[in-house]
């Protein structure tokens, strides 16, 4: 697999006229309508590089949306990572000391004794979280893929997911080795609790159709929450859906053990091996292997190789549902 760095094909809008809000907490702002509803949330930069989230929020923010209905809050999340890109190391910007989305359980947050810039940013924003009806964490990927939805393990997140009817690739996963993610953080990882998340990889990083898919599936997830008419919204956001979802159930992680680790192909994301054995990479000269017929590999990538750190999931599709199309 190449790791030479894609084009950068999207401005990086200047976020500082973002950083004091009335919530108290920089780059994260919280509107009221005084009208019953829920706490939507759409977050953008949880990792530094993934622009197409911040050139969405920014634009809202720059819009003054506000919700007719409900909460909702428009966010800025590792901004010190994103103040640190560099268009000549663009991979380098993913985090300052430490993955934003592998911290998110209580138990890491309220250990006071581990401290980084990411532990720091998280603690700051958890009590707007901790409010947080439904979230849409916005996100791109290392290689050039289609879009997908992660939407968790839970059944519940299965169906917003698929109530939301893009994009066409809905992953279901426990999520990372190293840490919990946002998107499953407390409630939105309880099968009991009303509360729930979606975290959507809308392309690669530096790509302009991925922008469009961030604004697609931002405009659909405020509709579906209800705090906003379609006329609050821009002009040519919503995008028509695909024909199908597709509900992928990712069964494995592959995880690097060490920094040898090597794929067999150029695989850039949802390949499907027809052959149960077949060998998709090494790790530490030994052979990994796809574990069943038809398997699904999902965000492949090299790019941020160390130990622990998973590079690719295996799955399989368990559903096709039409969108209504």
């Known amino acids: 697999m190449s790791t030479a760095a894609y084009p950068i094909e999207v401005e990086f809008p200047d976020i500082s006229a973002h950083e004091h809000s009335s919530s108290g907490i920089a780059y994260v ?36 949306l506000r919700p007719r209905r409900g909460r909702l809050t428009l966010a800025f999340a590792n901004v010190a990572a994103y103040r640190s890109f560099d268009s000549a190391r663009p991979d380098a910007a993913r985090f300052v000391d430490q993955d934003f989305n592998r911290v998110w359980t209580a138990a890491v947050l309220d250990d006071t004794s581990r401290t980084s810039s990411e532990l720091a940013r998280a603690r700051q924003m958890r009590p707007v979280l901790d409010s947080v009806d439904a979230l849409l964490d916005l996100h791109s990927m290392h290689e ?6 992660v939407s968790g393990p839970l059944q519940k997140g299965i169906d917003l ?26 409630g939105f990882g309880d099968p009991d609790s009303p509360k729930n998340a979606l975290l959507i990889e809308c392309g690669q990083h530096w790509e302009q159709s991925a922008v469009a898919v961030a604004r697609d ?22 995008a028509p859906l695909p024909a199908s979802q597709h509900v992928v159930r990712v069964t494995q992680p592959v995880v690097a053990e060490s920094m ?30 796809t574990p069943y017929d038809n398997c699904m590999l999902v965000m492949p990538s090299l790019r941020q190789l160390r130990p622990g750190v998973t590079v690719v999931r295996l799955g399989k599709v368990e559903q096709t549902i039409a969108t209504g199309q």
């Open 29 to 64: 702002h919280t509107f009221d309508s005084g009208v019953p509803g829920a706490h939507v949330m759409i977050n953008a930069l949880t990792h530094g590089n993934e622009v197409c989230g911040a050139i969405v929020v920014d634009e809202l923010l720059r819009r003054g």
């Open 144 to 149: 050039k893929s289609a879009p997908l939805i």
């Open 161 to 186: 997911a698929v109530q939301l009817g893009t994009p066409a690739t809905v992953i279901c996963d426990e999520g990372h080795p190293e840490g919990r993610r946002m998107r499953d953080y407390e």
């Open 217 to 238: 599936t931002t405009a659909r997830f405020l509709l579906l929450a209800g705090v906003v008419d379609e006329t609050d919204l821009p002009a040519g956001w919503i």
């Open 260 to 289: 040898d680790f090597r794929f067999a192909a150029p695989y850039t994301g949802l390949e499907i091996l027809p052959q149960a054995g077949a060998v998709i990479g090494w790790s530490n000269g030994e052979p990994v292997l």
